[in-house]
Each structure stands twice: as C-alpha cells, then as structure tokens.
Nanobody
Framework: VQLQASGGGSVQTGGSLRLSCEAT????????MGWYRQAPGKQRELVADITNTGTTNYADSVKGRFTISRENAERTVYLQMDSLKPEDTAVYYC?????????WGPGTLVTVSS
C-alpha cells in the first residue's frame, strides 16, 4: 500500500486548505483512513480519522473547523481545513490502518501565518 498526499501550503489565519490522500495497492475493505500532524518539537497527534463506513473521529482542537471525508471508490480521503490558526501549523500525514497494519504517507506541510 502506498499513500500519496497533496494540498498542503501556506495561508493566513482564518484561511482554508484541503488536503487529499490517495491510497494505491491492495487494500482490504475494512479500514480506517486518517490524518495526523506533527508540529516542530511536538509529538505526532491524531487530527481526524474516518472508517470505511463513514464513522468519524476528531481531535478536540479541530472540531467545528476541520471536516474529514472519503471516497471509497477512489480510495481517497480528504481533510477540509477551515478557520485555520497558527497553531495548526505542522506537517500533516495521511494514515491507513487495516488488519492491525498501519501505512503512512509522506507528510505535507501546512503553514498558517498570523
């Protein structure tokens, strides 16, 4: 399984970005796709994830501002990020979990300036 993310960039406070992550390879139907982030000097943390049946889970810090969605046919997960804050600045990583195996994509940098 390979994951390819795109959509990172630089925005000002209050702006929006949309991240995309496409999975290729053999993927079992029962899986969870999600986004994690790692800010400088901090541990990687969950931002949001979504099961193949559409159940979502969000970090408290992004609830109401970020929306995760997926298109199973396209094996793609999206993260719509609105009302961005400087503290959202981080490298964002896509993750796919299936049958207790985790696959990570390369990070994409999101920078929010004040």
């Amino acid at each position: 399984v390979q994951l390819q993310a795109s959509g990172g960039g630089s925005v000002q406070t209050g702006g929006s970005l949309r991240l995309s992550c496409e999975a290729t390879g053999t993927i079992f139907s029962n899986n969870v796709m999600g986004w994690y982030r790692q800010a400088p000097g901090k541990q990687r943390e969950l931002v949001a994830d979504i099961t193949n049946t559409g159940t979502t889970n969000y970090a408290d810090s992004v609830k109401g501002r970020f929306t995760i969605s997926r298109e199973n046919a396209e094996r793609t997960v999206y993260l719509q990020m609105d009302s961005l804050k400087p503290e959202d600045t981080a490298v964002y990583y896509c993750k796919l979990s299936s049958r207790f195996i985790n696959f990570w994509g390369p990070g994409t940098l999101v920078t929010v300036s004040s």
